[in-house]
């Protein structure tokens, strides 16, 4: 039995599919491929790339601002999360399975410092997910802007 157990959850985790194991859903991500450009004129300037990152909310927590009145900026926020960032291919896989996502994270932003982008005009950027209309979508904040209300996702 505990063979069979081995190569489900193998095969699962082979195939990228989210799996549940001991009632936690546990999803591999390759953090080795080109992160996505959602904007043709935007170019990557930085990105950790992390081979295989194994999701669940074991792997992940959320750093926040010492403040929600606190406010910062992009560049020094994103200093601050250098330590163990999340790849941008982390919020693409979790847009396309937001059932991995915990609900106590719908009231942030959600910040993946892992992956740094550039705009035609030399802004740097990071991109985002955020909780809005009813499900997860993606959004960007510059490195310039003030941040508040926001987390970054780092690996455990």
């Known amino acids: 039995m505990k063979r069979l157990w081995l190569l489900c959850l193998l095969i699962g985790l082979a195939l990228s599919m989210p799996i549940i194991v001991s009632g936690q859903k546990i999803a591999k991500i ?3 491929s080109p992160a996505y450009l959602p904007d043709p004129s935007w170019k990557v300037l930085d990105d950790s790339q992390a ?3 194994i999701f669940n909310q074991a792997t992940v927590r ?5 403040s929600p009145r606190s406010q910062e900026k992009g560049e020094i926020f994103g200093e601050k ?3 163990s960032p999340c790849h941008a291919n982390v ?13 106590s994270w719908r009231d942030k932003i959600i910040i ?3 992956t740094v982008y550039g705009d035609p005009a ?3 950027l990071f991109r985002t997910m955020i909780y809005w209309n009813g499900s997860w979508d993606w959004s960007r904040c ?3 802007e003030l941040y508040e209300n926001c987390a970054a996702i780092v690996a455990n």
């Open 122 to 124: 030399g802004n740097r």
């Open 51 to 53: 081979g295989t990152f």
């Open 81 to 83: 999360m250098k330590l």
């Open 62 to 66: 959320l750093i926040t601002l010492t």
């Open 112 to 114: 993946f410092t892992g």
């Open 91 to 103: 919020l693409d896989y979790l847009l396309a399975h937001q059932e991995l996502i915990p609900e």
């Open 142 to 144: 510059y490195f310039e």
């Open 30 to 32: 390759d953090c080795n």
